[in-house]
Nanobody, 124 residues
Framework: LQLVESGGGLVQPGGSLRLSCAAS????????IAWFRQAPGKEREGVAC????????KYAEPVKGRFTISRDNAKNTVYLQMNSLKTEDTAVYYC??????????????????WGQGTQVTVSS
C-alpha cells in the first residue's frame, strides 16, 4: 500500500502549483485524505483534508481561500490546488490516508498511510 505525491517544485510568490496524491495497491475511495506540510525547523502541520466521498473538506486557517483540496476517485487520486502562494508555504508536502474522519480535529487523526513527500519552494 503506497501513496505517491507529485507536482512540487519551485514557484514565485503569487504563483500556483497543483499537487497530486496517487494510491498504489489499494482503493483510495474508502479513505479520507489529508495534506500535511513540514518546513525546515518547524513541526508538521495539517493543510487540508477531504472525506471519502469528497463531500466534506477542511482547511487550515493559513491556506483558506488559497488552497483547494479535491479528489477523483475514478483516477484514485487526490489533488491540492495551491494558488497565491507565499514564501511561508515553502515546505515538504505529504498526503496521508485513514478511514477515520476527524471532523474539526482532522489534523490530529493518526493517519495510517503516508506518502514520501514532495518539495514546494516559493521564492523569487
Amino acid at each position: 500500500l503506497q501513496l505517491v505525491e507529485s507536482g512540487g517544485g519551485l514557484v514565485q510568490p503569487g504563483g500556483s502549483l497543483r499537487l497530486s496524491c496517487a494510491a498504489s495497491g489499494f482503493t483510495l475511495n474508502v479513505y479520507n485524505i489529508a495534506w500535511f506540510r513540514q518546513a525546515p525547523g518547524k513541526e508538521r502541520e495539517g493543510v487540508a483534508c477531504i472525506s471519502k466521498s469528497g463531500g466534506s473538506t477542511k482547511y487550515a486557517e493559513p491556506v483558506k481561500g488559497r488552497f483547494t483540496i479535491s479528489r477523483d476517485n475514478a483516477k484514485n487520486t487526490v489533488y491540492l490546488q495551491m494558488n497565491s502562494l507565499k514564501t511561508e508555504d515553502t515546505a515538504v508536502y505529504y498526503c496521508a490516508a485513514d478511514q477515520r474522519w476527524g471532523g474539526n480535529v482532522w489534523h490530529r487523526v493518526p493517519y495510517d498511510y503516508w506518502g514520501q513527500g514532495t518539495q514546494v519552494t516559493v521564492s523569487s
